[in-house]
């Protein structure tokens, strides 16, 4: 190979595509980022979470579930058609770090409620879920964008980027 091939097969090789990304999943992405905003919650109330395989005490348990979902009467409700009511809390580490990463918690709740449960929903009323979900057109637009908000915000959190409007981590 001659002196001149040498950089021309080089500068080749360093041209070559990069091969393509894995993207990691939007679920997994958001779920990383809720981790991390509740261990951190918790961490500044002295408890930590228990993971798979530890078996805190029963006092220590109840401490770090009551930080992690609330307590008392839960603050904000959604009436299925189902007939079902699913409730939860506005307080907690929890609700913290979905306000955090949806920027409206109450909405994001209402909206993923109504959203998970469209095929219940299809199933009790006999319909197709088509027919359902052409009846929720603004819960699925709300959940879409709330979802693609929490996305951004997890993705620059766990990049260690400080988001608009947020603190930096």
């Known amino acids: 190979m001659s002196l001149l091939a040498v950089p021309l097969f080089l500068a080749v090789g360093c041209s070559a595509p ?18 991390r905003l509740t261990d951190r919650c918790l961490s500044g ?20 579930s009551a930080a992690l979902f609330g307590t008392g009467p839960a603050q904000l409700s959604v009436n299925l058609p189902t007939g079902y009511v699913v409730r ?10 979905q306000q955090r990463l949806y920027g409206d918690q109450p909405s994001w709740f209402r909206a993923s409620v109504i959203v998970n449960n469209l095929k219940p929903e299809a199933d009790h009323n006999h319909q197709t879920l088509a027919e359902v979900r052409a009846r929720h057109p603004a ?8 979802r693609a908000h929490a996305l951004s915000q997890a993705t620059a959190l766990l990049n260690n980027r400080p988001t608009t409007g947020e603190p930096s981590p």
Request: proline residues 14%; charged residues 25%.
């Open 88 to 97: 939860t809390h506005t307080d907690g580490c929890l609700a913290a770090a």
């Open 45 to 64: 109330q002295g408890l930590v979470a228990p993971r798979p395989g530890q078996s805190p005490s029963p006092e220590q348990q109840q401490r770090v």
């Open 18 to 35: 990069a091969p393509p990304q894995h993207r990691p999943d939007p679920d997994d992405v958001i779920k990383a980022a809720t981790q």
């Open 139 to 146: 819960e699925i637009a709300d959940f879409e964008r709330l």
